[in-house]
């Protein structure tokens, strides 16, 4: 028997029964359920439905009639003939379904595998055997953790990177006295305040094939960056640049330049100031610019829409996994996925605060970093 889990959609009462919408991922399926002041109760309360239904009968001839309910598009992937019945394989978005169908029937139309076939599910009409379920672990097994594992990628090595290029270029921001630091900064802070879809759109350009990114990674590596890791990869860290930079710049500026200026006096080198006095004295604004920077990535919708595309293993993730799921109607997925980014964004943002407050120590008492450096 096939069972797929699903969300109740609606509920329409008739006299003795009643038809539930259920969303599952193969769509809106509907069943009639026999109507007893049990059921009627059950049905109020109850959010999720493990359906229980019968085989898929294969609609072997055109479909003229598109009001059909419960009809779907599907691929045979295997065949186990038998005299007088055959037993069908079939497969919808991933999704592996069982059919019996009369051999002679199967022999008129001469079915192979990985020819399509119209599929009309039958879900059963019988109260008893519909097993009503909020079992969390139903849920979880119905989704997809790779946009996940993509996301988290993603905004690790977008953040490790971001972390690289973002001291240098925040310490030449806070110490540096040229009359252009001013374009420089309004270039770093331009994605705070650019849409995402023009940024997006532009880095689409350059990371296309016929774009001069792409073109040289393209013949250098076999492939162009838009519509790859590679491409979103090298978008985040454009988009998230500020969020890494501006709170390094606000921790170099926050530094008692007699600590730097004593640091000289003692003989040390302006690199090893840097790592031995300055960077140890800002960290929270160190510890801000990554998780930011790492939430933000986590977050990123339209930049990483418009460059990478919504492809599986290889661009979707979280954020374009929830997009996708809202669109068909799938918002068990949608719910699970947007709950553990609301959870994560904000446990990311409990500990930066958190942190902040117990380290919030005027450095202006930290002379005595000096002498042991």
């Given at each position: 028997?096939?069972r797929i889990f699903g969300e109740i959609v609606k ?157 240098p270029v925040a310490y030449f921001i806070a110490y ?163 709950a553990i980014l609301f959870g994560f964004s904000f ?27």
């Amino acid at each position: 028997m096939n069972r797929i889990f699903g969300e109740i959609v609606k509920i329409d009462y008739k006299d003795n029964f009643s038809v539930v919408e259920v969303n599952t991922k193969l769509g809106n399926l509907f069943v009639a359920v026999l109507e007893t002041p049990e059921t009627a109760s059950y049905l109020k309360e109850m959010n999720y439905i493990n359906l229980l239904f019968n085989p898929a009968e294969l609609l072997l001839f055109k479909i003229k009639d598109e009001t059909l309910l419960n009809m779907f598009d599907c691929k045979i992937i295997e065949i186990e003939k038998g005299k007088l019945l055959s037993n069908i394989l079939l497969e919808k978005d991933g999704i592996k379904l069982e059919s019996l169908v009369l051999t002679k029937q199967f022999d008129r139309y001469d079915l192979k595998i990985e020819n399509k076939v119209f599929c009309h599910i039958k879900p059963t009409s019988i109260f008893f055997e519909v097993v009503w379920s909020l079992d969390f672990l139903e849920i979880i097994k119905q989704i997809d953790f790779e946009p996940f594992y993509l996301t988290f990628k993603l905004a690790s090595l977008t953040t490790i990177i971001l972390f690289i290029i973002g001291i240098p270029v925040a310490y030449f921001i806070a110490y540096s006295k040229t009359k252009f630091k001013s374009l420089f900064e309004a270039v770093i802070a331009l994605p705070l305040v650019l849409p995402p879809s023009v940024l997006g759109f532009y880095l689409l350009l350059i990371l296309s094939r016929n774009g001069f990114l792409g073109s040289f990674w393209e013949k250098y590596f076999g492939h162009q960056l838009a519509f790859h890791f590679e491409g979103i990869l090298i978008a985040s860290v454009i988009f998230s640049f500020p969020f890494m930079v501006h709170p390094l710049v606000s921790g170099f500026k926050s530094i008692d330049k007699s600590l730097i200026e004593a640091s000289y006096t003692l003989g040390k080198s302006k690199l090893k100031t840097l790592f031995k006095i300055i960077l140890p004295n800002i960290k929270p604004s160190i510890l801000s610019g990554i998780t930011l920077s790492f939430a933000h990535t986590v977050g990123e919708f339209g930049v990483v829409l418009m460059v990478g595309g919504s492809i599986d293993g290889e661009t979707k993730v979280l954020s374009i996994a929830i997009y996708d799921a809202v669109e068909k109607l799938d918002y068990t997925s949608a719910h699970v996925y947007s709950a553990i980014l609301f959870g994560f964004s904000f446990f990311i943002l409990l500990v930066v605060y958190m942190f902040n407050s117990s380290n919030g120590i005027n450095v202006k008492h930290k002379a005595w970093y000096v002498k042991y450096y």
